[in-house]
């Protein structure tokens, strides 16, 4: 991980995930497992259940308390820590909101006309009736990175965009008021499967509110339904490549070998000089099978966890307090910066 511009700043983690459905094997590639690996390299790491950016289309509230719960479950089945990491639900940690608000007022319209996330989601659908949330969501998600002055962010590639655009807050907060406050935080994209595709087309990413159930692999999918899935995933007639380069044009066939690779601990590379020559026909129960062995644990022990949700709401409670003690202080200090009389007696 890089210092640069944050030689200031002590290192520190932070990333999120949103309640908005069951977690796929796209936020696991791409995001738990590697929150899960980063708790182990020294730094402070804290990580969030979103659940304030769920709300930005509506949600059932008592299937986002069951998501919410769920969530955190899938953290600690993948192997999360609460005493290594802090884990927490963002609506806890009233200072996410505040700093959100700030900088509503400080990003312009047309950065977050730019988003490409805010054109997805609002593709072939009137985006007048799109809510004013789902419009400033980066905006709440730089408070989030940078209410606790985090460095280094863990994400996919579907995030990078506003991560950069949280640089850009950052970075015209500190200019407006002449400041050195906020770190200009770096985006983490690193592994083999940084955009798991759709696996009913290779162009759309692997997402957990997609309507279509067959394009993602759930978390709490039993092996007979991963395998069926997988199966009937799509791919083409062409044989399995020898280089990494020949799955160009091939979307789906390189995510297929790309959540091979991923899932194994091993390079696109290593993944062809196995399979080069053989059909998809003969790489997908293979494929079925490693992903049957990773998620089956982790899957059992979710299902574990969620039978004590009282146990999973005391975590996230200890985790929002841990959170709170690190966000207020430097909430306090922007109010400050920003000119906000804040004494009370
Ligand atoms: N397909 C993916 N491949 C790799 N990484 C992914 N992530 C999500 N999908 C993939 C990473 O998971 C983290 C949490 O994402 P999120 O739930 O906050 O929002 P999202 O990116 O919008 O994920 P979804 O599944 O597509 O949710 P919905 O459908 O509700 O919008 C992020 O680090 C993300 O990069």
Redesign the pocket.
Known sequence: MTEGANAKFQKRVF????P??G?????Y????KRFVEMQDTGIETVYCV?DM??IT?WQDPEALRRQTRELAAGYFAAGLNPEKSILFNQSQVSAHAELGWVFNCVARMGWMNRMT?WKD?TAGKDAEKASLGLFAYPSLMAADILVYHATHV??????KQHVELTRDIAAKFNHDYGVDFFPITEPVIEGA??????LRDGTK??????PSDMS?INLTDDADTIAKKIKKAKTDAEPMPDLPEMLAGRPEAKNLVSIYAALAGQTVEQVLADYAGQGFGSFKPKLADLAVETLAPISTEMGRLMQDPAEIDRILGLGADRADAIARPIMERTYEILGMVRSRH
Do not use: C, F, W, Y
């Open positions: 990333s999120g995930i949103q908005s459905g977690l796929t094997l796209g936020n590639l791409g995001a738990i979103v950016h769920a289309v996330q989601k863990p994400v996919g590639e579907d995030q499967a940084t955009r798991v595709m759709s990413k692997m997402s957990k509110s997609d993602r």
